[in-house]
């Protein structure tokens, strides 16, 4: 079955009600047991071009195709910027939290106030403050809303890149291939040589 191409269709609707600034919201690493959890943004606004070919959501996309895409992405946008939360914020606040807490950094780094942020799924993991920007949610966004899908693959080949950093301190867990989700080969190597301070150790890992 053929997946949606994204589109500018829902920005250009927001520009045509005098919005402004629109921005994407996307992150990476949340079923993930080890690593970070990582937030990307993209802004556009009116003057945004022609999505560029070949850019869609990051999952539909062989890592070379999006290590190849990013920085045509990063050109693309107004403005660009990704935040995280460790494994550690994880474990004290809560996976939810720590969505926030990535998005709110994200945001900050972004360097510019969005009139609007569209986040993919159907939860807000963005609070929104008085004098913020508004915040929509939208299953899907990442396939189907173009500011979003770039912002899906500038964090995830952000994510995937320090995973394979990683990978070098503790190559029994795989993380250059699994990049710290629950693969088997990760799961074993954690009941072999227990946990490390970047896994997430609130979820019940060495059951």
């Not at 993991?125 to 770039?150: I, M, N, S, W």
Request: overall charge negative; glycine content about 8%; some cysteine.
């Amino acid at each position: 079955m053929a997946h949606p191409e994204p589109t500018l269709d829902i920005e250009r609707s927001l520009f045509a009600d005098g919005v402004r600034v629109v921005a994407g919201m996307d992150e990476v690493g949340r079923g993930a047991i080890a690593g970070p959890v990582t937030i990307g943004i993209v802004a556009v606004n009116s003057d945004v071009a022609e999505m560029p070919v070949g850019l869609r959501d990051s999952k539909l996309m062989t890592p070379k195709r999006r290590e190849a895409m990013v920085t045509t992405a990063q050109e693309w946008s107004l403005a660009w910027a990704t935040g995280s939360a460790t494994a550690q914020e994880i474990d004290a606040f809560g996976i939810m939290s720590g969505l926030g807490l990535a998005a709110s950094r994200a945001l900050q780094a972004l360097g510019i106030q969005p009139d609007v942020i569209i986040l993919d799924g159907n939860t807000s993991f963005l609070l929104e403050e008085e004098h913020g920007p508004r915040v929509v949610t939208r299953v899907k966004a990442d396939q189907d809303v173009a500011c979003v899908a770039a912002a899906s693959v500038i964090a995830k080949v952000e994510r995937d890149a320090l995973m394979a950093q990683l990978h070098e301190q503790f190559p029994h867990y795989g993380w250059s291939s699994n990049k710290g989700y629950g693969a088997k080969v990760h799961t074993d190597a954690i009941a072999t040589h227990g946990l490390c301070d970047f896994h997430r150790k609130s979820w019940n890992l060495l059951r």
